[in-house]
């Protein structure tokens, strides 16, 4: 129950962490976050477990000592196999697991794509859609030019081609800027998946349907015909 008690804990500070801010809301970004903690999951944490995490920024990492610690101690008393056997092995592989995928998530957070990349790419962008603009502009001008007959009728038997070029162009001018403008878009919201809301991973749904599938195996591994598996020394 410790164990399951733990895992979940770290899951939810570290999706409420994930929430970005100003500078003024990320120095006291640690007690709101401890306080939505306590507002919807408030059984998960003791006050002396509090205390100790309330300490550290990386708190949602740190539990995961806890955890490792822990199933140290269970396998002294006999809980569970020896350290010198393959079953401890396995579980400590498996905490090392969870402690590198929450590293990993975050560090997706604090890498950011380069500033200077951000920026070269958005130039790149508008100044096309600046050239695209002025020789739409330009084709416009003469087609309109030649239908009127104000160039005096000189090109007259090119009006078709001009109309022609000018469709041709608008496509180039207008479809090709936009496309460019939603490749910028997407390539930042997937560059930033915890800042945009229509973007953002639903990590909150992810944790209810991992509380959800525990609560599930414990009911079903205390109803079973036989009894539990255990180790003894």
């Known amino acids: 129950v410790t164990l399951s008690r733990y895992g979940i804990l770290s899951a939810w500070l570290l999706h409420l962490s994930l929430n970005p801010g100003n500078k003024e809301r990320?120095?006291?970004?640690?007690?709101?976050?401890?306080?939505?903690?306590?507002?919807?999951?408030?059984?998960?944490?003791?006050?002396?477990?509090?205390?100790?995490?309330?300490?550290h920024k990386e708190c949602y990492a740190l539990v995961w000592t806890w955890v490792a610690s822990l199933i140290g101690r269970m396998s002294q008393d006999g809980e569970i196999p020896p350290m010198a056997s393959p079953t401890y092995g396995r579980i400590i592989n498996i905490v090392e697991m969870a402690y590198g995928s929450i590293r990993d998530v975050r560090a997706m957070h604090l890498v950011k794509a380069p500033f200077v990349y951000v920026h070269t790419l958005a130039i790149l962008v508008h100044v096309n859609n600046i050239l695209n603009a002025i020789s739409f502009g330009l084709v416009l001008g003469m087609t309109v030019e030649v239908a009127m007959g104000k160039d005096g009728g000189k090109h007259g038997n090119d009006l078709p081609k001009l109309v022609i070029s000018l469709l041709m162009q608008f496509c180039i001018s207008m479809v090709v800027p936009f496309l460019y403008l939603a490749l910028l878009d997407v390539c930042v919201c997937i560059s930033q998946p915890f800042t945009f809301e229509d973007s953002k991973i639903p990590s909150l749904q992810f944790i209810r349907n991992l509380e959800q599938d525990i609560a599930n195996a414990t009911v079903m591994g205390d109803n079973t015909k036989w009894d539990k598996p255990r180790f003894k020394k």
């Open 26 to 55: 990320q120095l006291s970004q640690q007690k709101k976050m401890w306080s939505w903690l306590e507002q919807i999951r408030p059984h998960l944490v003791l006050p002396e477990e509090k205390e100790l995490l309330l300490k």
